[in-house]
């Protein structure tokens, strides 16, 4: 959840911040091209070190030249951390690393240009972080012609983008069929329809989180309601279909208040998508967010604790993740075949055990399967995760 950091709307501004920071990303594959060059290249500094515990954030250093930064980020605390570069307003996000357990270090590769930023730990996901200011300069370091190279990312960008259109247009849809039947009080339909829209959600996941104001809005669980918010989307909707013992239904009020909403800020959403630039940088964490996503909330049916639909919304996320990677992978290609290969092997060998569960258009309910079924599928997300963090990187560097 990124609930506490609030995103504004895409400006003009960003748009272009955005538009040089893709553009930004054909800078390595030159630099790889002539290797008495090499040393130009900020990455060789090696990575800014970030020691995260309970109650420091400690960067290495407040200042990079402008181009491709790594963050390796260690976790020396006690309880699961995250990691953020902010923009300027400490609101948009330009990258973020998540679910880095005690103990663990992971990298955030990303393309900044210059400007002021914010580093952010969150050690508990809790809060608004441990935040400090942090500069990038101007290295002159301008991009420059790996045509083809850069074309492949492009094309990449654009396709990933299109999915996301198409994704949003549907959620659309399906939110509103699905809005005007649990309204009517149609609990059947409601609850035929719930899975399967949510799935449009759950493949551009990464995206919709990025307004980090709608995503608790459209998709906060009951569990992780701070105190006094207001509990609306999806999930208030699914305890009302799939109530527990104790539960108290809405009045037909309730529900009307709770499809309104739900179909507003899905609008919302879906307009906002359209003007968010989508690079190689954030198609690589993105498909690592959804991987992580399926490893901390869907593997072990916390997700959708009512419904039991965790399965759709796990191959959904899959989807999202597979798809990014599969926009990239012609460059990929180019930098890192091995690993290309070996994402295209564990994607597949994921699908085939997810397949295992496929029920009719849909899947078993999570509660129905074996926890050896279960520890089947954490064991292949994992094997998938160790390869797709290195995707951005790849592609990136
Ligand atoms: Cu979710």
Known sequence: MLGTFL???????LRRTLTVIGAAAAVPMVLAGCTDNAKTTAATDGPIQVSSTANECKVSTGTAPSGNLTFAVK????????????????LRIIGEVENIGPGITRNLVLTAPAGKYNTACKPGMQGDGIRASFEVTES???????????KLLETGSQQYAAYVKDQTEQLVTGTKAFADAFAAGDAAKARELYAATRMHW????????????????LDAREADLEPGQEWTGWHRAEKDLFPPADYTAMTPAERTAIS?????????LATRTRTVELTA?????GAKELLDEVATGKVTGEEEIWSHTDLWDFQANVDGARIAFESLKPALEQKDAELAKSLDEKFTALQAELKKHAKGDGFSYYNELSQDQIQQLAALVDSLGEPLSKLTSAVVL
């Open 75 to 90: 976790n020396e605390g006690t309880e699961v951390t995250e990691f953020y570069l902010l923009a300027e307003d400490g």
């Open 281 to 285: 940088d954030k198609l690589g964490n």
């Open 7 to 13: 995103s504004t709307s895409t400006s003009p501004k």
């Open 140 to 150: 002159g370091n301008k991009p420059s012609a790996d045509a083809d190279f850069q």
């Open 202 to 217: 759950e493949r551009i996941e990464p995206v919709a989180e990025s307004f980090g104001d709608l995503d608790p809005k």
């Open 260 to 268: 309104a909403q739900l179909v507003a800020d899905t609008a919302d």
